[in-house]
């Protein structure tokens, strides 16, 4: 195998030495470069006037899918304010009735500080009722797509008229 192998570059050596002609007739063209490749891929895309995935034209995200994500979302936050606030109630040198106290001296308005309830209690009550939204997902209940949107916006209404009556308190 090896002895074939050395006849058959042998005869291409030799044939390139006594007539160069012979190698050139047997040559194979080279292919366009990487950057010419490249550069006809974009070319042939900008001048069909398509849009770019992902677009957000093409491409938008259900509301099922944003809701799963913004419940884990409110669930981080949660859980990063609750450790924040239980450190501070370590570290912090005086109780939370003085700083309860401080707030109050501020004479904020009624507009502000129900806004600041309001903001508090929108994640709460969102997280609760999406997570009875996927309780009932785990039951098997409500998982044809018009359920899907339908419970979305359920949870969506009930999380902000209970945020605002609950901010009202």
């Known amino acids: 195998m090896a002895a074939l192998l050395l006849r058959h570059v042998g005869r291409h050596c030799l044939r390139a030495h006594v007539n160069p002609q012979l190698c050139i007739r047997n040559a194979v063209p080279m292919g366009t470069t990487a950057k010419e490749e490249m550069e006809r891929f974009w070319n042939k895309n900008l001048g069909s006037q398509r849009p770019l995935s992902p677009h957000l034209t093409i491409y938008r995200w259900p509301l099922p899918m944003i809701m799963s994500a913004s419940h884990r979302g409110t669930g981080m936050a949660m859980s990063g304010v609750v450790s924040l606030f239980g450190l501070s109630a370590l570290f912090l040198p005086w109780n939370f009735e003085t700083y309860l106290e401080f707030v109050k001296s501020l004479y904020l308005g009624p507009a502000l500080i129900y ?16 997570g009875i939204r996927h309780l009932s997902w785990d039951l098997g209940k409500g998982m044809k797509i018009h359920q899907l949107y339908q419970s979305g916006v359920a949870v969506l209404v009930l999380t902000v008229l209970c945020s605002a009556g609950l901010a009202a308190m």
């Open 115 to 130: 806004t600041a309830k309001f903001v508090l209690t929108l994640p709460l009550t969102y997280h609760m009722f999406n």
